[in-house]
């Protein structure tokens, strides 16, 4: 009777190979796929904190605990209970929540305006990611365009949440501050030499 030999299986990749891709993904929580999505994969290639691409790269595939994610799951029942936080009125969707909500619309006007670039507003976070990913020109335009879409919907977010959790209130001027002010620290945490004050982060950021 021959008897199978023994043999090692990295259980967190689908071919039961060890790579420091998959060991990477599985420490900071994202998902390995047999077949990622090169837009996906864009996502990690950025200044923003690690918690804030974990969340950016579940956010993309619609897998946040958003109001409608957990209807489905039968963790709320109740109609009442996801409607969007913030304004009350659709479903909270990741589509709707993030992108067409009359509360975050502006702010995503008034980012752009900031950046200098024409706003049309996509219809999904897919979109919206493409498009700031479109308005890059170079590697550093690209990392800077890619901290600032980070940082506004982790935003978004921390602000849904507040308003869900705290009974707050989020104006979008405050919303567009906290976009700024997160971004420019993150910038300048993975950019310790570089002088850009808030001011001019503030006033023009590609310059920085």
């Known amino acids: 009777m021959d008897l199978a030999e023994d043999s090692w299986v990295w259980k967190y990749d689908p071919s039961g190979r060890f790579s420091v891709r998959s060991a990477y993904l599985t420490l900071t929580g994202l998902e390995v796929v047999s077949d990622p999505n090169p837009l996906l994969l864009r996502v990690r290639k950025s200044w923003a904190p690690s918690k804030v691409i974990v969340f950016s790269w579940k956010l993309l595939q619609d897998r946040v605990a958003i109001r409608q994610n957990l209807l489905r799951c039968r963790v709320i029942k109740d109609i009442s209970d996801f409607l969007?936080?913030?304004?009350?009125?659709?479903?909270?969707?990741?589509?709707?929540?993030?992108?067409?909500?009359?509360?975050?619309?502006?702010?995503?006007?008034?980012?752009?305006?900031?950046?200098?670039?024409?706003?049309?507003?996509?219809n999904s976070i897919i979109g919206m990611f493409e498009g700031f990913l479109g308005f890059s020109v170079n590697r550093k335009f690209r990392l800077g365009w890619m901290l600032i879409w980070h940082a506004a919907v982790w935003s978004i977010w921390n602000s849904r949440n507040y308003l869900s959790f705290a009974r707050g209130t989020v104006s979008v001027d405050t919303l567009v501050e906290k976009v700024k002010l997160s971004s420019w620290k993150w910038f300048l945490a993975k950019n310790p030499g570089n002088p850009c004050s808030f001011y001019e982060w503030e006033v023009q950021p590609v310059m920085c």
Do not use: M, N
Not at 87 to 98: A, D, P, Y
């Open 84 to 122: 969007c936080a913030l304004c009350g009125v659709s479903v909270e969707s990741v589509g709707h929540l993030f992108t067409s909500c009359d509360s975050i619309f502006p702010v995503w006007y008034k980012l752009a305006r900031w950046l200098g670039f024409q706003f049309v507003s996509p």
